[in-house]
């Protein structure tokens, strides 16, 4: 629908700026009475005119269409954003319910399990299997929370404070979270902050829980042995993070659904799929981008958080997720 | 002697009900109340080291309550318990003097954990004051 739009309007003007340059010549051909050479070079200005109209309705109409589709691509995040939100809200509205429900059963399952442990095995003849149980119980619900507590990542908060925030402190700190994991399999983590990075006003605790996500997933996807390190730069407008690990990469034909909610390659009850997906919605909520690539030497891939340096808090421009029941 | 005393305050019976029992078992005195405004009589009359407060529940809301508590008996340390994952909701909390929060479901473990901890921190700022005062009572008699 856009392109034939921008055909027409490109046709439209071609003849505009082409009436506009050949008329006065014509007009000057008709008052003078020109001589041949005259004729000659008139005849050259006109077909530099067409020339120069062509070229002219050509650059306005790619202006066009380039903002245009800047701004498709935009409706689009935007619509992303809004689903995320939408099931944030409704995630909301339900984990209370079932995350109450939840603790009975884990808080009964703890009960008995520890009675068991009174037990005299020779009067019981089952108790390991009664104790085990017990054990596979706690493990599956826990498995469910594991759920219910992702999905509430999605939730829009409304009370969205934003602080001053210090990239580079926030990025040190998060990698404080994840020392034990990357030591337990040998990963090394390599910062390369640049010095002097301005504060951001933007929301602290969203931005963590992205580069806490993106720094999981590098540690996963190493899995032993290797390295994970994040960079942090800046250009006149925005913050960048890049997350670069030293794992097998993205497959080409990932590249797109791994952003998908509920798409995961990990293992039953180790991977909510949800990682990603959160975090692209809190990022492009907080006005940057996030990004996926693989290294150019097929050695990992490369997971780019940007996002803007505002000085003064900026308030969202969608509100959704009426976020029923925080307090 | 138990090793110091909680207070729950949670509307499911069931979980009021179990975890006394496993607070019990440990040796913490347990008590319980369904709502806030219960749980304000008991502070009122009676001295708890500990509160574990659900952050929603019908009538006087968790936030409400934990102001509450803490007008009434600074001293006891609260620790917020929510069913609802916002980290809102427990810094929230904090920000109005508890100890800390923890997200339901959880287990035995890092409630025992928590509780300990709090009532740790209870005791050392409780010693701390007595200290003091004491300090300021032998101070007295040589002043007056
Ligand atoms: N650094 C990475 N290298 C290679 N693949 C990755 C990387 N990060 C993510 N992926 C792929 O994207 C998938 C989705 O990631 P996402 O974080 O959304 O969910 P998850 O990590 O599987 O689950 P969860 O985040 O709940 O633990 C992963 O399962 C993995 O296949
Ligand atoms: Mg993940």
């Not at chain 1, 299997?129 to 509430?152: D, F, M, P, Q, W």
């Not at chain 1, 590249?255 to 009850?269: D, Q």
């Not at chain 1, 803007?308 to 307090?327: D, K, L």
């Amino acid at each position: 629908m856009h392109q034939e739009h921008h055909k027409k309007l490109g046709q439209l003007l071609t003849a505009a700026f082409f009436v506009c340059g050949v008329m006065p010549i014509g007009l000057m051909a008709l008052v003078s009475l020109p001589s041949s050479r005259q004729i000659a070079l008139l005849a050259l200005a006109a077909v530099g005119i067409c020339a120069a109209s062509f070229w002219l309705s050509r650059f306005f109409v790619a202006r066009f269409t380039a903002t245009d589709q800047d701004a498709i691509k935009l409706d689009e995040q935007m619509a992303h954003v809004e689903k995320m939100a939408s099931i944030g809200s409704l995630a909301a509205g339900i984990t209370h319910d079932i995350n109450n429900p939840l603790q009975m059963i884990l808080s009964h399952v703890g009960w008995m399990h520890e009675l068991l442990g009174d037990e005299d095995p020779a009067q019981v003849k089952n108790l390991e299997e009664y104790k085990n149980a017990c054990i596979g119980i706690r493990h599956h619900v826990n498995r469910a929370s594991k759920i219910t507590h992702r999905l509430l990542g999605f939730a829009r908060k409304t009370d969205g404070e934003q602080t001053s925030v210090q990239v580079n402190e926030l990025v040190e700190e998060t990698r404080s979270f994840l020392e034990k994991k990357a030591l337990y399999n040998n990963i090394e983590f390599v910062l390369q902050l640049e010095p002097g990075l301005p504060a951001t006003m933007t929301e602290g605790n969203r931005l963590q829980q992205v580069v806490l996500n993106l720094m999981d997933n590098a540690l996963d996807a190493v899995a032993q042995d290797g390295k994970v390190c994040i960079s942090t730069s800046r250009d006149d407008r925005q913050i960048r993070i890049d997350i670069i690990d030293s794992g097998p990469g993205i497959p080409a034909q990932m590249l797109t659904t791994i952003w998908n909610p509920f798409f995961t390659t990990k293992k039953k009850g180790e991977g909510t799929g949800l990682g990603l997906a959160i975090s692209r919605s809190i990022v492009q909520s907080l006005g940057g981008a996030l990004t996926a690539q693989n290294r150019s030497d097929g050695t990992g891939a490369i997971f780019t958080v940007k996002i803007p340096i505002n000085t003064v808090a900026i308030t969202s421009t969608i509100e959704t997720g009426q976020e029923n029941g925080t307090i | 002697m138990a090793r110091y005393s909680v207070l729950i305050v949670d509307d499911e019976e069931d979980f009021r009900e179990i975890t006394t029992k496993q607070l019990i078992r440990r040796d913490v005195n347990c008590e319980s109340a369904p709502d806030g405004d219960s749980a304000l009589k008991m502070i009122n009359v009676q001295h708890y080291d500990v509160v574990l407060l659900d952050v929603k529940m019908p009538g006087k809301d968790g936030i409400e309550t934990l102001r509450e508590i803490k007008r009434i008996a600074p001293m006891t340390e609260v620790i917020m318990l929510t069913g609802h994952a916002t980290v809102e909701s427990g810094i929230n909390g904090i920000k109005y003097g508890a100890f800390d929060y923890l997200m339901k479901p959880m287990d035995m473990e890092p409630l025992m954990e928590k509780l300990d901890a709090a009532y740790e921190r209870k005791r050392i700022q409780q010693e701390k004051i007595e200290s003091a005062q004491s300090k300021n009572n032998l101070a007295r008699p040589t002043k007056g």
